[in-house]
């Protein structure tokens, strides 16, 4: 038995055609089942939690990127196999996994085909993507085994990268394949400013990534605390220590998955 | 990439301490301490290293203090400048690169051949 999880965004009018389109095919499919609309009231790992405990094995996020990375934590400690119908647009994260949108997805679904993905781990929370910090970069410091790396002044972002996917308008092809997911590595990647300018403003755009050095372990550290942002949803403070989860997240792929992912 | 590390040092990062990967590393920021590499090394034109070097291969287009020892080849790109001892299999030295230390080649046979350069 599958259990459905709706992210609430997808409560709007605009959607409800959209879920209808799903729904339907699931049940063409033969792979319907129990559905839950998130709520302010319902957290995510309760339900989950909850699911676990009722011997639910499979558990199908309905929503976008940011919704399948907050099911992450609770689902690698539960042992759930998640799946994904990404609805809407610039879900970067379905389109790497070979995710088609809304009611295509149940197709991936029902052939399940499941893929085992490493995670990281900082302060016993599980990530799937990454942990970026972006702010006083020059009172931290990242030790690795016997070195230390000091950020220099052109440096915006430090990040911690399991799965790497692009940010909108970059490139996906020769720089995936330095980032592997099934590596039971991590690496860290420094961004600075791109030297790309807007042809209007003269405001550099986007980021560019500058160093990348792979680990198993990344001791943050620095003179203050400073936030840490956990696959985008979720803060938490430096000092951290980083590294590879012991547990894997078993994810229901699709045949346009990128390369690197086996 | 199965297996091994591969390092990046862009130029907006410094590395103190001993910088170990068993897989290639390229150099453009600024390492202190020591770097050991299985595979190839690429010290890039912006870069300033002052550390004890040890490398499968080198190729060196920045700045470098302290001692190189390679395995096997060893390239001095015109825009390098080395200050301390090389040793390696085989050394390319390009004109224009500064070179100031004892070199030392050995073809891994028992006797090896030496050079001192004054660059």
């Known amino acids: 038995m599958y259990y459905y999880i709706y992210d609430s965004y997808l409560s709007e009018e605009k959607y409800e055609k959209v879920i209808d389109r799903v729904k339907t095919r699931l049940l063409d499919l033969e792979i319907q089942g129990r559905h839950e609309k998130l709520t302010m009231l319902k957290s995510v790992d309760e339900l989950v939690v909850d699911e676990a405990k009722r011997g639910t094995n499979t558990i199908i996020v309905v929503g976008n990127d940011k919704t399948f990375l907050k099911i992450v934590d609770a689902a690698a400690k539960n042992n759930i196999t998640l799946g994904y119908i990404p609805i809407g647009v610039g879900n970067l994260l379905a389109d790497c996994l070979g995710l088609p949108p809304e009611d295509k997805a149940a197709e991936v679904i029902a052939a399940r085909k499941i893929v085992s993905f490493d995670l990281g781990r900082v302060a016993n929370q599980y990530f799937f993507a990454n942990l970026t910090i972006s702010k006083n970069l020059d009172r931290l410091s990242v030790e690795k085994d016997n070195y230390k790396i000091v950020p220099q002044g052109d440096c915006v972002e430090i990040g911690v990268s399991n799965f790497y996917f692009p940010a909108e308008g970059e490139s996906l092809d020769r720089k995936m394949k330095k980032f592997s997911a099934q590596d039971q590595r991590l690496e860290l990647v420094i961004k600075t400013k791109s030297e790309k300018k807007h042809w209007f403003s003269r405001r550099p755009i986007g980021q560019l990534v500058d160093s990348v050095i792979q680990g198993t372990e990344f001791r943050i550290k620095s003179f203050e605390y400073l936030p840490i942002t956990l696959d985008g949803y979720k803060i938490i403070k430096t000092p951290a220590v980083v590294d590879v989860a012991p547990v894997k997240l078993k994810v229901i792929v699709g045949k346009g998955r990128l390369s690197n992912i086996n | ?119």
Do not use: P, W, Y
């Not at chain 2, 990046?8 to 301490?17: L, N, P, Q, Y």
């Not at chain 2, 073809?107 to 001192?116: D, M, W």
């Open chain 2, 1 to 119: 990439m199965s297996g091994v590390d591969e390092t990046v040092i862009g130029h907006s990062i410094k590395i103190e301490g001993d910088l170990v990967s068993n897989g290639s590393i390229a150099v453009e920021g600024e390492v202190i301490g020591s770097i050991k590499t299985e595979q190839t090394l690429k010290i890039g034109a912006q870069a300033k290293v002052t550390a004890e070097v040890k490398a499968q291969s080198a190729i060196i287009s920045g700045k470098v203090e302290g001692n190189i020892v390679v395995e096997d080849k060893l390239e001095l790109n015109e825009s390098a400048e080395v200050t301390g001892d090389i040793t390696a299999k085989v050394v390319s030295i390009a004109a224009g690169a500064v070179f100031n230390g004892k070199c030392t080649m050995s073809n891994g046979r028992k006797s090896s051949e030496k050079a001192e350069v004054q660059g």
